[in-house]
Structure formats: structure tokens, C-alpha cells
């Protein structure tokens, strides 16, 4: 059940006019040597909403912005004396002549013993590929709405892109509070309307603040203009949201980005565990074919290990040499992942053009980038109704369902289960851009049979020795030219390569 | 045992995760080291990043020749001790055309001293990945930056054409002509690369410390006289002053500030608390509205 934050505000009302930040302003002048934790807050909604105030807002009162960039906005007062904080947030040159937001842009500040990374999207344009980049990435979101307007269509589209990309933790922030005389009443409706709304969803904190941006209500200080509001300010409700959970706990999960030699003797494979935990003495599983090795070292510059967990950069000696290379993924052998050849997914279509079947494609997963065999649209996700409609073609901004078989097995977890090895990326064989954007909902060991599979080609390093690179060393760059030229034709003729290196 | 994370361990884990990745996927790359504090960040994530390998790639130092002697200096006695390779290359059309700081406005120097003096020297090597320090908290066009930042033929880079980044996947795979640049310290600030600095005690160049300096006050900022070559103009006097540097560029185009910090722990502490941007110090942002983007755009990383 999603639980809007209700509690009370230790401090009572005593806070309410005085000295509004002075605990947090201390906090930032200290300039802790260490941060606790680094938050990412993606902001969503749009510029009518007031999302650049917002953001600026938070910025004035609550960080360590330096003196001349005050001075900047402070020439910036209105007829009441307020600055105008959203300038704070202003983008290109680019932009500004165009008058547009071209995708999403990070900023950084500390508070208390914090890090904030807001990442913040625009609201209209191609918004749907630029909130699921954000949310991809996002701890928290804050979902900015208009308090005159209330939740409506975009709020819902907001939520549903939210919980896609695996965003937990939400905010709504009903922004504009003084054009509707900070009526309780109108915002517990909203609240009302939001409660119903996040429940659809797997939400697992959702707050409703009431603010108004424009004078820092509710932002970093707590406003006196709604005794009525016990809940906590927005600074107040980062300050304490968790991050997304880093999976310790979750299931060993290893890929390998690289080889590391050092001499005849040592041989590790670089990369960071992206969730549980391994230990120097503990066995691995490396393959589908079942393979295991023990770790017999756990190696960084600052020394060896004893156990390595989520979010260590790391590099894992093991007690033998093995047959593993980028793009695997240790494991324990008690739940390894699923070795897949067809998956059946939830994409966002990131590109500027629709979906070409007869384009070459290749789908990056972890470390892993593997020719892709076929890939058909099987529905279309109504981001206002939520249902699943059929479909077979995709547009620019599309949510849709689509089946994937691959070339060749790949290491990958559902979504659901271990998200940071449950999620990948398009490309366009030909041209290497960023097609799409997916979590994986079902994955199969074997290929499901589809009638427009597309075959697969294995172009091997003797083969083209013998013909196109003949007479060039096979690790020399006018090898590694052509062969990547002759894939890129046979991939554009809708064929998937795969190029063998042994 | 598993000790909690602090913010400075998750960048230094993310930084390695992406010169990891640039290297498995790019053939060829660099790094463009320029000798400062953001540099010698870089130098040493790299080194954890391949340990115990050396880092699988060479250091490259576009010098413009109006670099700080104590630079150099520094640039030498580090990739002598690290054992590294160093390509220095410079813009010699430009040098021979007589570019220089002292008589060309600041934007125009950097376009042929810097910006192409880098494009000529990735071309001469064909480098196709370059792992530069730039972070998205200097300023707008970088806070729109991406980790993996593509640049067309003509090393150009265009806001609309930069891929999505999911999760943390990058997608490095080229297109035709297709270049990249590197960015491991996108989501750091300055005063995370000085609280690293310290953490790890890294050695930096002296210039960073305060000491007594022969320095003029031009426009409001105070430049330090590195050599003879600066004239002065009339009713300039050279004054001893006790001042160090917050960030390093070519000498007649980066700012001192006075300070008493002499050694590292206390110009940590100083930064720390600093109420001013670090781009102050950099003439050649103040140059017009939107310098870094327009720079970008021709090339500049």
C-alpha cells in the first residue's frame, strides 16, 4: 500500500517564519569530507508547471551555490523582491534561440550528508524517451504538477514511464499553491486523486507536498501559509528517501568487462558486481554449460579483498585459467541467470525513426553486445489506460511489448528479479546509434520458432583471413576495418553477424 | 564485513566501470591529460581501473607552449615515475602563424592552440576513443553532456545527435567517420576531486599551493608572470604576491587568487569552503554567453 508521508514535523510550528534553513545551511558550510549516500531525483513535468523554478528553488535555498552565481540572479529581482531562481536551470544557447529543451541535463549539490543529483528532463518535447533516460537512472522522482489543474492525462503517462523504468519512490509536488489560497481542501482532493492513481502501480513510497516554487514554500522552508500542512518539506522528504536499492542482498551477479594480464602469471577479470556479494574461497559459475571456478583472489590497487559486493570495482583472479571473456556473467550456481535465446520485453523506442524490421540490430546487454535474430512487436502499452493493445509497428516515443530471439545465448535476469542485469539497449548495427531502450519480462533458454527469423551468419577470423584481410595480421586496425565493413553490409541486408575472434 | 559506501567510493567505482568500458570498446584511445588536478584524478582511476596492468593506452598533452613551467615539470616527473607513455603534441601551424595569448583574443587562441591542435593530433594517431576529465558541474553545455560524447567526421558535437544513456549501459559501437569522447569524472564536482585528491594523497602541481609569486593586476585578476613574454601595459607593476591557482591553463589566461593555504590539507579546506565557481579563474569561458558550447561544437572537449 503507498503510504503519503503524514508525519508530523518534529519541530511543530515554532519553525515556521524564523531562521527557515539555518539547519541545513550549517550542514552545507561544514563540507563534510564524506557523504552518506548520493540521491538521484529525476523532476518531471513541465515548464507550465513551474519545474525550472522548482529546481532553482532548490538550488537558492537548500545548496552551496558560490557568491557570483547569486549575484547573477540577484539582478534578476521581480516587483516583490523575489529573484527569478529559474534561471539557475537555463540550458543552451542552442535552446534559448529555439526555444526548446533539448534532453535531460544534471546538476549537483550537497546537503547535510547527502549528494543530490537532479536530473532533470524536459516536460513536453519527446518527453517520454527523455523521462525513461532519467528514470533510468533516478532513486527518487518528483512528480511536478500545476496545484490549479490538479492530476491529470500527463501525471498518469509520468507515473506509468516511473514505474517501467523501475523508479520505487515518488513525489508528487503540487506546485503553485498560492493561486488556489493554499486551499486544504482542493489539495487533499489531489492528494486523494494521487493516492488512487499510485496505486496501480509498484510504488513503494509516494508523499503529496503541497508547495508553491515561485517563494521556496514547502521546498527547503516550511511555509506559513498552510498550518493545515504536518507533512514534511520537500528537502525534508529527500533528505530521509533511501536510494534505489542496491542490491546486496540480491543474487551474486559478475559481468565481466575485460581481461587484466600482468605478465606470464596473473589473468583477472575486470568489473564491478552489480548486486550480492563474493567471496576469496567461494565458487563461481561461469557459462551456460555449467562451468565453475573459485575465486582465488580478489585484487585492487589498494589490495587485495576478502569479499567484494555491489558496487566494487573489482578484479577477480580465478583458481585456474577458464574459457571466459567480456560479457559473461559470474554467478553462484545456485541461482544463476538465465541463459537466454529469446526474451520477451518491455521496450521504449528511443529513436527519431520508426522501427525497421530489415534494419541489422544488435542488443547490448551488461557487457555483452550479440546480434539480434528477429524482433517482433506484439503490443502497444496505452500509457493512459495501461492495457496492452496489439500492434506490430512502432513509432518515436512508443511503450511497447515486443519478442527478441538473439544469435546466440545471452546472460540475463528478468527485470523483476535482478534489475540491474534485466535491462538493455538497441543499436543499429549500421550506424551504432541507440535505437531503444528495454527490461526484460520473460526469458527462454531456447528459440522461440518465428516465422520472420532472420538468419545468422558466423564470419570467423580464418575466413577473413582468407579472403578480404588476406595478408594483414588479424590484430592489426586495417583487419579490424574491413571485417567490421563486410558485418556492416551483411548486417544491412538484414543478416546478423557475428564475428569470431578465436 | 562490508563497510557502507561513501559517495567519493561509488564515483571512484563508476569512473573505473567507464574506463573499463571505453577501453574493451574502443580500438584505439587516449587520454588527454592536461596536467591538472582533474588530470592527475584521471591518471590515477585509470591506474586503478588496469591494476595491475599499466592503463592500455597512451597520455596525450596538447601543449600550446604557454603552459607553466611547474606543469611541465610535473608532467614529466609523472609519466617518467609511472613508467607511462606521453604523446606532447603541438599545433606547430599555429605556433609558426605566431597564435598566442598575448596578441589574439582568448577564443581565438584556443581554437587553434587547443581545439585544433587536438583534432590534428587525434587524427595523426587515429585515436578513436579520448577519455578526457571534463565534469558536467562546470557548466550548462556540459551538464547536458554525456558519458560517452559522440563527435561526427569533423569532430563536431551536436546536443540533438548524443545517444541515450540507459542505466549504465553505454553504447560505444561507431558509425562511419564516428569519434568518441570519454568523460569518467561526468558526475563529479570540484570539490569531490579535491576531497579525493586528499583521500588518496595525490601529488599535484605546486602552482596549486600558495607561495610567493611575481604576479600584475590586469582587469580585476591577478596573472603570475611564468616567463618574459607578457608586456606590461602602462601603470602595471609586477608585485610579489603570495597566490595559488584553483584551476591551471595557459599562463596569461588563468587567474590567481591571494591565498595562505601553502600545503594541501589546507588548500583542501579552503576549497571546501570556497563561495566562488572555479571557471572564474578561466578567462577564456568569459569570453561570450554560451564560449563552451560554441567551443564544443568546433571540437573542444
Redesign the interface.
Known amino acids: 500500500m503507498s503510504a503519503v508521508a503524514q508525519k508530523s514535523n518534529m519541530h511543530g510550528y515554532e519553525q515556521l517564519t524564523s531562521q527557515p534553513i539555518a539547519n541545513l545551511d550549517n550542514a552545507t558550510?561544514a563540507?563534510p569530507?564524506?557523504?552518506?549516500?548520493?540521491v538521484r531525483v529525476l523532476t518531471c513535468g513541465s515548464v507550465d508547471d513551474g519545474k525550472s523554478t522548482l529546481i532553482g528553488r532548490l538550488l537558492w535555498d537548500a545548496s552551496?551555490l558560490?557568491?557570483?552565481?547569486r549575484a547573477t540572479i540577484n539582478r534578476s529581482v521581480d516587483a516583490d523582491g523575489v529573484p527569478d531562481v529559474s534561471l539557475l536551470v537555463?540550458?543552451?544557447?542552442?535552446e534559448r534561440e529555439q526555444g526548446i529543451t533539448?534532453?535531460?541535463?544534471?546538476?549537483?549539490f550537497?546537503a547535510g550528508h547527502r549528494?543530490y543529483?537532479i536530473i532533470d528532463s524536459p516536460g513536453h518535447e519527446q518527453y517520454t524517451?527523455?523521462m525513461?533516460?532519467g528514470a533510468?537512472?533516478a532513486d527518487v522522482a518528483i512528480m511536478l504538477i500545476d496545484a490549479r489543474h490538479g492530476v491529470k492525462r500527463q501525471t498518469r503517462r509520468h507515473a506509468a514511464i516511473l514505474d517501467l523504468m523501475g523508479v520505487r519512490r515518488v513525489i508528487l509536488a503540487v506546485n503553485k499553491m498560492d493561486l488556489i489560497i493554499w486551499s486544504e481542501e482542493k489539495f487533499r482532493a489531489i492528494e486523494r486523486d494521487f493516492q488512487q492513481l499510485v496505486r496501480r502501480f509498484n510504488f513503494i513510497e509516494a508523499a503529496a507536498i503541497p508547495v508553491a516554487a515561485k517563494r521556496g514554500d514547502n521546498v527547503a522552508r516550511r511555509s506559513d501559509q498552510a498550518p493545515w500542512y504536518h507533512g514534511q518539506t520537500l528537502i525534508e522528504r529527500l533528505s530521509e528517501v533511501s536510494n534505489r536499492d542496491t542490491a546486496?542482498n540480491a543474487p551474486f551477479r559478475f559481468p565481466v568487462?575485460?581481461i587484466?594480464?600482468?605478465g606470464l602469471d596473473?589473468r583477472?577479470l575486470?568489473?564491478?558486481v552489480a548486486t550480492g556479494?563474493i567471496q576469496v574461497g567461494k565458487s563461481v559459475q561461469l557459462n551456460n554449460s555449467g562451468a565453475t571456478a573459485r575465486i582465488r583472489r580478489i585484487?585492487?590497487?589498494?589490495g587485495d579483498l576478502d569479499?567484494a559486493?555491489a558496487?566494487?570495482?573489482v578484479?577477480l583472479q580465478l583458481d585456474a585459467d577458464y574459457d571466459v571473456s567480456?560479457g559473461a556473467i559470474l554467478a553462484e550456481a545456485v541461482q544463476p541467470p538465465i541463459y537466454a535465446q529469446s526474451l520477451q520485453a518491455r521496450l521504449v523506442w528511443?529513436a527519431e525513426t520508426p522501427l525497421d524490421t530489415d534494419h541489422g540490430l544488435?542488443i547490448?546487454?551488461?557487457?555483452d553486445?550479440t546480434p539480434v535474430s528477429s524482433l517482433s512487436v506484439t503490443a502497444k502499452l496505452d500509457l493512459e489506460t495501461l492495457a496492452e493493445n496489439p500492434a506490430t509497428i512502432c513509432l518515436p516515443n512508443d511503450v511497447f511489448l515486443a519478442d527478441i530471439s538473439t544469435s546466440r545465448p545471452i546472460a540475463i535476469d528478468r527485470f523483476s528479479d535482478v534489475s540491474?542485469t534485466g535491462?538493455?539497449?538497441l543499436?543499429d548495427?549500421?550506424?551504432?546509434?541507440?535505437l531503444a531502450?528495454g527490461v526484460v519480462v520473460q526469458a527462454h533458454e531456447h528459440v522461440l520458432k518465428h516465422p520472420s527469423a532472420r538468419p545468422s551468419f558466423t564470419l570467423s577470423v580464418a575466413q577473413l583471413e582468407r579472403e578480404i584481410c588476406a595478408g594483414l595480421s588479424s590484430s592489426s586496425?586495417e583487419f579490424?576495418r574491413r571485417a567490421n565493413a563486410v558485418a556492416r553490409i551483411l548486417e544491412s541486408a538484414g543478416l546478423s553477424v557475428d564475428i569470431k575472434r578465436d | 564485513?562490508?563497510k557502507?559506501?561513501?559517495?567519493?567510493?561509488?564515483?571512484?567505482?563508476e569512473s573505473?566501470?567507464i574506463f573499463?568500458?571505453a577501453?574493451?570498446q574502443f580500438?584505439?584511445s587516449v587520454l588527454l591529460y592536461s596536467i591538472g588536478k582533474d588530470s592527475t584524478v584521471l591518471l590515477h582511476l585509470a591506474?586503478?581501473?588496469?591494476?595491475?596492468?599499466k592503463p592500455p593506452f597512451p597520455l596525450l598533452h596538447v601543449d600550446t607552449g604557454w603552459k607553466f613551467r611547474d606543469m611541465i615539470e610535473f608532467r614529466d616527473k609523472t609519466v617518467r615515475d609511472l613508467g607511462l607513455d606521453l604523446i606532447v603534441h603541438r599545433n606547430e601551424d599555429g605556433a609558426a602563424r605566431g597564435i598566442d595569448p598575448v596578441s589574439y583574443a582568448p577564443s581565438l587562441y584556443t581554437d587553434v592552440m587547443k581545439t585544433q591542435g587536438l583534432k590534428q593530433a587525434l587524427e595523426r594517431y587515429?585515436f578513436n576513443g579520448a577519455i578526457g576529465g571534463a565534469r558536467?558541474?562546470e557548466e550548462?553545455?556540459r551538464?547536458?553532456e554525456r558519458i560517452f560524447s559522440f563527435r561526427s567526421a569533423n569532430h563536431r558535437w551536436d546536443?540533438?545527435k548524443?545517444?541515450?544513456?540507459?542505466?549504465n549501459?553505454l553504447?560505444g559501437?561507431?558509425?562511419t567517420g564516428?569519434t568518441v569522447r570519454i568523460f569518467p569524472l561526468?558526475?563529479w564536482?570540484e570539490?569531490d576531486v579535491w576531497?579525493y585528491v586528499?583521500?588518496e594523497r595525490l601529488a599535484v602541481v605546486p602552482l596549486y599551493m600558495a607561495a610567493e609569486r611575481p604576479t600584475i593586476l590586469r582587469n580585476g585578476q591577478l596573472l603570475m608572470l611564468d616567463d618574459g613574454r607578457l608586456p606590461l601595459q602602462p601603470g602595471e607593476r609586477v608585485v610579489n604576491r603570495k597566490i595559488r591557482f584553483r584551476t591551471l591553463g595557459c599562463w596569461p589566461l588563468t587567474a590567481a587568487v591571494e591565498s595562505e593555504s601553502e600545503d594541501l590539507e589546507s588548500v583542501v579546506t579552503e576549497t571546501?569552503?570556497?563561495?566562488?565557481?572555479e571557471r572564474?579563474g578561466r578567462l577564456i569561458d568569459h569570453d561570450q554567453?554560451?564560449a563552451m558550447?560554441?567551443k564544443k561544437q568546433e571540437g573542444y572537449f
Open positions: 558550510i563540507h569530507d564524506r557523504l552518506d549516500a548520493i552551496d558560490p557568491d557570483d552565481t537555463d540550458g543552451l544557447v542552442a533539448i534532453d535531460i541535463a544534471w546538476r549537483y550537497d549528494r543529483v524517451r527523455n525513461a533516460t533510468s537512472h546486496i568487462q575485460s587484466i594480464r600482468d596473473f583477472g575486470s568489473g564491478t556479494s585484487v585492487t590497487m589498494d569479499i559486493v558496487g566494487n570495482a578484479v567480456r528511443l544488435l547490448r546487454t551488461s557487457t553486445l540491474e535491462c538493455f539497449v543499436v548495427a549500421l550506424s551504432g546509434s541507440t531502450c586496425d579490424h | 564485513m562490508t557502507s559506501f561513501s559517495h567519493l567510493d561509488a564515483l571512484e567505482a573505473i566501470y573499463r568500458e577501453a574493451a580500438s584505439k591506474r586503478k581501473a588496469f591494476f595491475p596492468q587515429g558536467r558541474d550548462a553545455s551538464a547536458k546536443a540533438r548524443q545517444r541515450s544513456e540507459m542505466w549501459l553504447n559501437r561507431l558509425g564516428e561526468s558526475n564536482t570539490r576531497r586528499r583521500r571546501l569552503a570556497a563561495t566562488t565557481s572564474q554567453t554560451g558550447e560554441r
